[in-house]
């Protein structure tokens, strides 16, 4: 059972595009929405993250965009560069140290 | 700061053999995670650790696996007998309490089973 589902599972943008990756929880209990980001070879690293009591949070160029209702939520990386390919994961947690992960999405930025 | 250190970072070995993964954690966190990473089903978590005591082992696929914390500043995975199922990248990361606090990754340990 897959409790975070994240689209698309590879993406590849141009140098300077929008590049968004969605994503849909189903436990209303989850209250924390962290996105990790993983470059090969590496562990993932926190990019951003955001509460449900916010709509959108901006950090630069990556912002998270968060429906409660619709139990959805995507990052948006502005500008994207060719240092932005790595692969990105959703996840979600209850308030507690265990964290759900999404599938991930290899995102490919090209010149 | 030295990050979460994981060893070795590759291991190949035969089917049936014993494997121990390393992870010593950032000093100070008290949570450590042991997950497994692959491209059918992503990051998976295995178990964790709170105060080097199990919480969580229900993502431990088989007995076949098995983790041990003996102390803050260490903790391994073992996988007995390794089955080529088994190949996959194993991460380990560690955090801190505090409300929900980042988890810390280490490198991981590439593992191939022939």
């Known amino acids: 059972q897959q409790q975070v589902k994240q689209s698309p599972q590879s993406l590849i943008v141009q140098k300077g595009g929008i590049s968004i990756i969605n994503c849909a929880y189903e436990n209303t209990a989850f209250d924390y929405f962290p996105w990790y980001q993983q470059f090969p070879g590496k562990g993932p690293a926190l990019l951003i993250a955001i509460r449900p009591d916010v709509s959108e949070k901006k950090e630069g160029r990556f912002t998270i965009s968060f429906n409660k209702s619709a139990k959805q939520f995507s990052l948006h990386i502005m500008d994207s560069q060719p240092g932005d390919s790595a692969t990105y994961f959703c996840?979600?947690?209850?308030?507690?140290?265990?964290?759900?992960f999404g599938i991930g999405t290899k995102l490919q930025v090209i010149p | 700061d030295a990050g979460v250190i994981q060893s070795p970072r590759h291991e190949v070995t035969e089917m049936g053999q014993e494997v121990t993964l390393r992870c010593k954690p950032i000093?100070?966190?008290?949570?450590l995670f042991w997950y497994r990473q692959t491209m059918m089903r992503g990051l998976e978590l295995l178990i964790y650790?709170?105060?080097?005591?199990?919480?969580?082992d229900s993502g431990m696929p088989e007995d076949r696996f098995s983790a041990k914390m003996p102390n803050a500043s260490f903790s391994t995975l073992k996988i007995q007998p390794s089955e080529p199922r088994d190949s996959a990248v194993y991460f380990c990361?560690?955090?801190?309490?505090?409300?929900?606090?980042?988890?810390?990754f280490g490198d991981g340990t590439r593992l191939s089973i022939l």
């Open positions: 996840a979600a947690s209850g308030g507690y140290q265990k964290v759900t």
């Open positions: 650790f709170n105060n080097n005591v199990p919480i969580d």
């Open positions: 990361a560690s955090s801190v309490t505090g409300g929900v606090q980042p988890q810390h």
């Open positions: 000093s100070g966190h008290d949570y």
